[in-house]
């Protein structure tokens, strides 16, 4: 929440909203709702002014700096900090693991659905995090399923005092769950799980809960790890191997002074974890971390109960469960309550032709990008593309450009083409090529290489399979990421689909739902969730092909696409086009996850208020107004035509919707009407 002159940070999250391993067991027992135990990502790293990664890292490459993440390419960096967490240690693959979080809820939540009642479920685990889940497991399962916690030593929690092992022992009892303790679970066999004493226990599946070991590919990219596969680190919380990688949380072993795998001691070194990397990239010596030797530690016995301890003394009842609540809810709300601090402003950099990215970098990008097979094309580096039409094709051309509103080159990249292509399948066209026009800010090279390389990559990807050959394309410094490309399709004469064309009684089918500008600008002001925004990224890279295509075997007579206006405003283009007028059932006019909600709170793009002048200022009106990016296709077809056309639609996975009818003009002048 401090920015770092200079430092651009970057979040890289597997799933978008992280689970609170403290809250966890409450959750299970339905005590915190899902928003109250996550911490969501999206409006964290708007707060924040970080970028943000939604996916999964799967490698790192210390020597080149580089970041592995499955389907795109590389991320490059100075200093990384990992937190990945821990995996529970099990002995054949088999079971579920209870970390990470995010995948056991998920797990958790078909098992429920699929075991019959009845079924036995052990538990694996004699630590605070294996008693706290199977007691949260049966007050769950409570006259469904069966729990068996089996534990590896003799005596639940042997380091605690032994008023809180009574505590436990006693909590178990109460809520049914069997004890086998003092053997180890080898394997998991289907419907039975093996011991160490040559016995075994009768379970439909086993949850594991023990202790836990680093993500493999932590030792795999050559830093120093110990045994159990966890970053060695210094008191600073630094790879004792390689200086500029810094780690903390259950996936880092701190050298010298080992502490256990919980998470009071990932909280605790958050501060001096912080204060480090600030430091690292001033170039300034580092603070040693000095942790605790011991932490309060509480676990929930169920029934609105709780047990303490700390240096021998132990407490228990419903005011240490309360206590425990109270902790809990004061940690989220510092990541609900942030509020987000400006960056300072960049030096300015050269306009015009001064401002070109090398050529160089641009050539080490371009010669990296795969080419279409277009045999169309007279594809040579040469000062402008050349092309050849195929004979009896009209081409049809349009051009898009906006800057970042993503802070993910890549998925930006995606976004900015499909949204691109639009132009071309609103009028029945099939793109053919494209020229890009980029704009990054100034930086190394390696770091503008990164972004044109990220960007190019995935707009590529997008153009490729519409089949449309990136042929070219000019680049420049600017202030800030900017992409936009000039496209060209081919089509038949016959074919070609106008925005002209309506008649009266003609029905209105629009193919994606709205809100994109209204979901972006939650999450510019850190109000949109992160599964909003996911839903919002997925419809934005979707293009309009499969829509088109299907829309066209139906012969509507016109056609438009959503975008910048919203829907009101490319309606009313079609509608004076036509002559004519239109009632929109706003009901039926499909909304993206999240962006109804926002608009209730008057979070609007800062173009829907130039847009309302065709609707006016109702309410309920929000959504017809939005400008969107990468929208969906608006066609009007014949009654007859437009019900086979939307059950095609449909049933080819797209969102398609019947939204009102085209009616004669009014003698009003005005040319849409709401119901």
């Keep these: 929440m401090r920015p770092e002159p200079g430092v651009r940070l970057t979040l890289i999250g ?31 790293a708007a707060m924040a002014n970080a970028r943000l990664i939604l996916a999964e890292a799967t490698a790192f490459d210390p020597q080149a700096r580089t970041i592995t993440l499955p389907g795109r390419p590389d991320l490059p960096f100075d200093l990384l900090s990992v937190d990945v ?75 605690a005092p032994s008023s809180v092992r009574r505590a436990v022992r006693q909590a178990l009892v109460d809520a049914g769950v069997e004890l086998v303790s003092g053997v180890t679970a080898i394997a998991l066999e289907p419907n039975r799980l093996l011991l160490s004493d040559d016995t075994f226990i009768e379970v439909a599946t086993a949850l594991w809960a023990t202790g836990v070991e680093g993500p493999a590919f932590l030792a795999a990219s050559g830093v120093a790890c110990d045994r159990t596969g966890c970053m060695r680190v210094t008191r600073d919380l630094q790879s004792i191997s390689h200086p500029h990688i810094f780690a903390a949380g259950d996936c880092a072993a701190l050298d010298g002074a080992p502490r256990p795998k919980a998470g009071v001691w990932a909280v605790r070194a958050g501060a001096p974890l912080a204060e480090n990397l600030r430091r690292a990239t001033a170039g300034q010596p580092l603070r040693p971390w000095k942790p605790q030797r011991d932490a309060l530690a509480i676990l929930g016995l169920g029934s609105g109960r709780a047990v303490a301890w700390r240096n021998g003394l132990s407490l228990q009842g419903r005011t240490v469960a309360r206590l425990k609540d109270r902790i809990d809810r004061r940690w989220m709300r510092m990541y609900t309550d942030m509020r987000m601090a400006p960056g300072p402003d960049g030096p300015m950099r050269c306009g015009g032709c001064g401002a070109k990215v090398s050529a160089d970098v641009l050539e080490a990008v371009l010669a990296a990008l795969p080419v279409g097979e277009n045999p169309d094309l007279l594809t040579t580096r040469d000062d402008a593309a050349v092309l050849k039409p195929p004979l009896g094709k009209l081409l049809v051309q349009s051009v898009d450009h906006f ?273």
């Design 14 to 44: 597997r799933e978008p909203e992280t689970p609170y391993s403290g809250m966890l067991p409450g959750l299970i027992r339905s005590e915190y709702t899902h928003a109250e135990a996550h911490i969501d990502l999206a409006p964290l």
């Design 85 to 159: 967490g821990g995996i529970p240690v099990t002995p054949d693959g088999n079971g579920i693991a209870v970390k990470p979080i995010g995948g056991f809820l998920n797990r958790l939540h078909r098992l429920e659905a699929d075991l019959p009642a009845g079924s036995r479920i052990a538990v694996v685990g004699g630590g605070p995090g294996g008693v706290e889940l199977a007691l949260a497991l049966a007050a769950r399962f409570a006259g469904q399923l069966r729990l068996v916690l089996v534990s590896a030593t003799p005596e639940l929690l042997a380091t």
């Design 403 to 675: 800057r970042a509103f993503f802070d993910d080159p890549f998925v930006f990249g995606q976004i900015a083409a499909a949204h691109a292509l639009s132009d071309l399948y609103a009028m029945g066209a099939q793109p053919w090529t494209a020229l890009a026009i980029v704009s990054v800010p100034f930086g190394s090279k390696r770091k503008m290489h990164a972004d044109l390389t990220a960007m190019l990559q995935g707009a590529n990807q997008v153009l490729l399979d519409s089949g449309c050959s990136l042929v070219g394309g000019h680049t420049a410094e600017a202030a800030e990421i900017a992409l936009g490309f000039a496209v060209t399709g081919l089509v038949d004469s016959g074919k070609i689909l106008r925005k002209s064309g309506l008649q009266p009684g003609d029905q209105l089918i629009l193919t994606k739902p709205l809100g994109t500008g209204i979901v972006l600008a939650g999450h510019m002001r850190g109000n949109a969730r992160a599964q909003w925004l996911l839903a919002a990224i997925e419809s934005m890279r979707m293009t309009n092909a499969l829509a088109a295509r299907i829309a066209m075997e139906h012969r509507p007579r016109a056609g438009t696409d959503v975008t910048g206006f919203g829907l009101a405003g490319h309606l009313q283009e079609m509608l004076d086009a036509s002559g004519v007028g239109a009632v929109l059932r706003l009901e039926a006019i499909p909304a993206l996850p999240g962006a109804r909600a926002l608009a209730a709170h008057g979070i609007e793009s800062s173009l829907a208020p130039d847009n309302r002048r065709l609707v006016g200022d109702a309410p309920e009106a929000a959504l017809l107004v939005d400008p969107q990016t990468s929208g969906g296709l608006l066609f009007g077809l014949p009654a007859n035509r437009a019900v086979t056309c939307l059950e095609a639609l449909r049933a080819a996975g797209v969102n398609a919707a019947m939204i009102g009818e085209v009616e004669a003009a009014r003698e009003d002048g005005g040319r849409i009407r709401l119901d």
